[in-house]
């Protein structure tokens, strides 16, 4: 609720506009107060209208009966504690990758990288989603190149990054995609970070950076 010192300068500019006899203060005057909801702006702007006559004009806008009602209101809302809004939290983020077929890219990610399809979208399709465990990937069908020339492969454009919890983890599932046949754009290393990285070409050119701890 605005602070009532502000609605005591609001209610005096009322008071003010009606004396000055400008006319859009008279129609709100008409859709607040009842006694002069069946007149006209002339005679709404002839008629004494008093300060007690403009705070209960801010008081019923405000949808309070009055304006003690709404002193009452504010008292209230300043004596209570105020509780803090919770700061939104975000739960999860969802990489969206543009590839060329829907269907061919949801079997490379179920056949070749241990993914399921969530769902398809469209007739023909043009919008998906595949997941394995928490990890989750939007496919977007574009029907033209989204990157100019050889820029992605050239500057190394990651589409998405996945990491897992141990050095075992991530060692496993290089192996198991190497066993699959997948194309990889890097093979696993040791970045000078620390962390141990191979990053998957789909069939589209999207590059997927798997990332897992050095050492448990």
Request: charged share 25%.
């Amino acid at each position: 609720m605005p602070n009532i010192e502000n609605l005591k300068k609001q209610a005096k500019q009322y008071l003010r506009w009606h004396r000055e006899r400008y006319y859009p203060v008279a129609a709100q005057i008409r859709a607040a107060l009842p006694r002069f909801r069946h007149i006209g702006d002339e005679q709404i702007l002839e008629s004494s209208f008093k300060l007690a006559d403009a705070r209960e004009l801010v008081a019923r806008q405000m949808g309070f009966d009055g304006w003690q009602a709404l002193k009452s209101g504010a008292d209230a809302m300043t004596d209570e504690p105020r509780q803090a809004t919770p700061r939104p939290i975000l739960k999860s983020i969802e990489a969206q990758l543009f590839v060329a077929n829907i269907k061919s890219s949801c079997d490379f990610y179920t056949n070749k990288l241990g993914f399921a399809v969530e769902f398809i979208y469209g007739d023909p399709p043009y919008y998906g989603q595949v997941f394995r465990d928490n990890a989750r990937l939007n496919l977007r069908l574009v029907c033209e190149p989204v990157f100019a020339g050889d820029v992605r492969e050239r500057e190394h454009l990651l589409s998405a990054s996945i990491t897992v919890a141990t050095a075992n983890e991530i060692k496993q599932l290089f192996l198991s995609y190497q066993a699959a046949g997948v194309s990889f754009h890097q093979a696993l290393k040791k970045e000078p970070w620390g962390a141990r990285t191979f990053i998957v070409s789909d069939p589209d050119g999207n590059l997927i950076l798997f990332a897992g701890p050095a050492a448990d």
